[in-house]
T-cell receptor, first 115, second 114 residues
Framework: EAGVAQSPRYKIIEKRQSVAFWCNPI?????LYWYQQILGQGPKLLIQ????????DSQLPKDRFSAERLKGVDSTLKIQPAKLEDSAVYLC?????????????FGNGTRLTVT | DQQVKQNSPSLSVQEGRISILNCDYT??????FLWYKKYPAEGPTFLIS?????DKNEDGRFTVFLNKSAKHLSLHIVPSQPGDSAVYFC?????????????FGTGTRLQVTL
């Protein structure tokens, strides 16, 4: 099966600019996650979707971050305006089962550098 | 508040020897634990997991041990191989009141030398 696809792989922007990341989960996976991984830290959950509904966005900085999954398949994560501290790898993951102990399937991530 | 801690940022082990990676957690509501392996420029991949009702789970060269009273788990790799060189993340799962959430540790970089 094809894995989780993410694009772009790398992005360099200046602070205060906007950026968007795209994710296509594994076919049939209802649950989609966006994680932020800052260098030297573990991945931190930003938002979780179940189909096209938000399950948990408690750690999403909503003043600058937004995410959508309109048709319950692809998802887009946007940052506007970006700050220096947003430099990180943004990982998308998906699972087939809704059970919370289902292992996540991660994409290769988008490395964002904010200058 | 780091609820999942991996206190060793790096570990170097000779090929053929045992690698032991440790993880501690503070939240007693966690009831499922996973290990992920990450190569450079790739996303983490699932390695092995354990439920809180067990104290050991084995899959080939990989064994995870859970000590609930100490809130500690460890991953044993025997024998270690050069291809095991990667960053290993411990993760813990449990309901937080609104939804399930997977909390990751900061990772341990394992280097297996020849």
């Amino acid at each position: 099966e094809a894995g989780v696809a993410q694009s772009p792989r790398y992005k360099i922007i200046e602070k205060r600019q906007s950026v968007a990341f795209w994710c296509n989960p594994i076919s049939g996976h209802a649950t989609l996650y966006w994680y932020q991984q800052i260098l030297g830290q573990g991945p931190k959950l930003l938002i979780q979707f179940q189909n096209n509904g938000v399950v948990d966005d408690s750690q999403l900085p909503k003043d600058r971050f937004s995410a959508e999954r309109l048709k319950g398949v692809d998802s887009t994560l946007k940052i506007q305006p970006a700050k220096l501290e947003d430099s990180a790898v943004y990982l998308c993951a998906s699972t087939f089962l809704t059970s919370y102990n289902s292992p996540l399937h991660f994409g290769n991530g988008t490395r964002l550098t904010v200058t | 508040d780091q609820q999942v801690k991996q206190n060793s940022p790096s570990l170097s082990v000779q090929e053929g020897r045992i690698s032991i990676l440790n993880c501690d957690y503070t939240n007693s509501m966690f009831d499922y634990f996973l290990w992920y392996k990450k190569y450079p420029a790739e996303g983490p991949t699932f390695l092995i997991s354990i439920s809180s009702i067990k104290d050991k789970n084995e899959d080939g060269r990989f064994t995870v041990f859970l000590n609930k009273s100490a809130k500690h788990l460890s991953l044993h790799i025997v024998p270690s191989q050069p291809g095991d060189s990667a960053v290993y993340f411990c993760a813990a799962s449990g309901y937080t009141g609104t939804a399930s959430k997977l909390t990751f540790g900061t990772g341990t970089r394992l280097q297996v030398t020849l």
